[in-house]
């Protein structure tokens, strides 16, 4: 995130969005919006909607701007993405030492991809701003007493009590407050030296010593990977190369854009274009429960200038896909639509192909990028939600083999994982087992890969780009040579 010189968009009122076009929030809850959170106090919800339109942006019109630019690269086959972060972030995660465990678990694979598989990478957090949650079900049952489900803490406590379940507009004020805090961090981490490249040792140093990662294989990997590259920098600098150069990344900010009044109210005329953006953060999506055609969501996106995201699960047709793109970039903007597919490992080979060569056949440039986790998910034997890695690598090595085959550009990847040491995903070099999920299952939502399952697919991935690149005849990043460890 260059904290270039931007204008910020201000004095955004409700008439001139309605004047940019942008549908109203009584327009799009007559679409019959799904996955919302049905609150009490309607005059309660305006004045907090109110209360939010007051509000800076949390990001500038012109940092959604450069993603889309760096976003078109991948559609073009030229950079590839890296998404990752919570599947539900939470008030009381909102600590420096759990932002910057996700920071540097990201850094860190980010490092791999690009060192690795000589690829550039546009760096995109699900953070500041994942707070709420679609669920398949609206209640939850314990012990016989059923409340509604847990939506995430935009919407509702995680806590089981009926007070804790029950919707809270309030509570949307302090999605805005916890994004702003995480920005704020994210964006001094990036830019004031925690990134710098040559500090790369340092961000797995406490893991490795602390957690025995050196044993597991990819956190040893690491290491001699930061030896590698901090060799090569140092050649770089003493040829001449600035290391300033070096102290800062671009890292943009995303989350689903599930709670209509929300993002809604964070929508700004930008000054210097008139259209309007959506400043939750730089990069939102719709989700694969809200992604209808005429429903809420896709109205409100195809309104919105962001770069924006749909998630493909397996029941999407390639017809689907295309009508999505039809309706969401009118215009064939390169970097404007990224899908992200999620099909599950058992299905992605069948499926996903037809969707592809029928979407690129239309003559879009799009971004497609892999999401492992959501096609993967079960109900372990002892209750847990939870994903096998073996599964992940699955689809990834799916996602791969289809876009080889049909010689397009395999964007990305999209992850749920945390910087901490969680048991919440089996598999992996550490062997994780059904039975270790007591020992460490934190999450509200969905099972995150732990920082060492997510460098580890990082290596997996980076070889993959590696390999595949020799046959990928299309793409301009061919050229490089394959460096293998
Ligand atoms: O993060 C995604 C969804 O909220 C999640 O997969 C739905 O989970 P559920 O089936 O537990 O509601
Ligand atoms: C809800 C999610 O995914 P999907 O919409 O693909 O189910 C998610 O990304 O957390
Ligand atoms: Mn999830």
């Not at 106090?41 to 949390?58: G, H, T």
């Not at 550039?120 to 314990?142: F, N």
């Not at 009044?261 to 259209?275: F, K, N, P, V």
Request: proline fraction near 5%; charged fraction near 25%; glycine fraction near 8%.
């Amino acid at each position: 995130m260059s904290i270039a010189s931007r204008v910020p968009a201000t004095g955004t009122t409700p008439e001139l969005l309605k004047a940019a076009g942008l549908p109203t929030l009584a327009e799009l809850h007559a679409l019959d919006p799904k996955q919302q959170p049905g609150y009490a106090d309607p005059a309660k919800v305006d004045q907090v909607v109110d209360s939010l339109r007051r509000l800076p942006p949390l990001v500038f019109a012109g940092e959604c701007d450069e993603l889309r630019g760096q976003l078109a690269k991948v559609a073009a086959g030229e950079a590839f993405i890296l998404q990752g972060g919570d599947c539900a972030e939470t008030f009381d995660g909102v600590t420096a030492t759990n932002i910057q465990g996700k920071l540097r678990t990201l850094l860190s694979m980010a490092v791999v991809l690009t060192y690795a598989a000589q690829v550039p990478v546009v760096k995109i957090g699900r953070l500041a701003g994942q707070y709420a949650k679609p669920r398949s079900s609206d209640v939850e049952t314990r012990d016989g007493v059923s409340l509604p489900a847990y939506r995430g803490d935009a919407v509702n406590g995680f806590a089981f009590t009926p007070e804790s379940r029950t919707p809270d507009p309030d509570r949307l004020l302090g999605v805005y407050n916890a994004s702003a805090a995480t920005l704020n961090l994210a964006r001094g981490f990036v830019t004031g030296g925690f990134a710098d490249i040559r500090t790369m040792h340092t961000w797995n140093s406490t893991f490795v010593n602390q957690y025995g990662v050196r044993a597991s294989g990819a956190g040893q990997r690491y290491e001699q990977l930061a030896a590698e590259i901090e060799r090569a920098l140092a050649f770089m600098v003493a040829a001449g190369v600035d290391p300033e150069k070096m102290r800062t990344v671009d890292f943009y900010s995303s989350h689903e854009a599930l709670i209509l009044e929300y993002e809604h109210a964070l929508t700004r005329i930008d000054s210097r274009t008139q259209r309007p953006y959506d400043t939750s953060g730089h990069f939102i999506w719709i989700g694969e429960r809200t992604r209808q055609l005429d429903g809420a969501h896709v109205e409100l996106f195809r309104h919105l200038r962001n770069p924006i995201g749909v998630k493909l699960g397996p029941t999407t047709t390639a017809d689907t896909a295309l009508e999505l793109a039809d309706r969401l970039d009118p215009d064939h903007e390169p970097g404007r639509i990224t899908f992200i597919t999620r099909m599950g490992a058992g299905r992605i080979r069948d499926l996903l192909p037809e969707v592809v060569e029928k979407v690129t056949a239309s003559g879009r440039q799009v971004a497609w990028i892999c999401d492992p986790m959501h096609g993967n998910t079960f109900e372990a034997a002892n209750g847990y939600k939870t994903r096998a890695f073996s599964d992940v690598i699955d689809e990834l090595n799916g996602f791969f083999d289809v876009h080889d085959e049909l010689g397009t550009w395999p964007g990305g990847v999209h992850v749920e994982l945390t910087g901490d040491d969680v048991t919440e995903c089996v598999g992996g070099a550490d062997e994780l087992v059904e039975a270790d999920l007591v020992n460490r299952y934190e999450t509200l939502c969905d099972p995150r890969l732990n920082r060492n399952q997510s460098l580890e697919l990082a290596f997996l991935v980076a070889e993959r780009l590696t390999d595949g690149r020799i046959n990928r005849s299309a793409n301009p990043v061919q050229d490089f040579q394959p460096i293998t460890f």
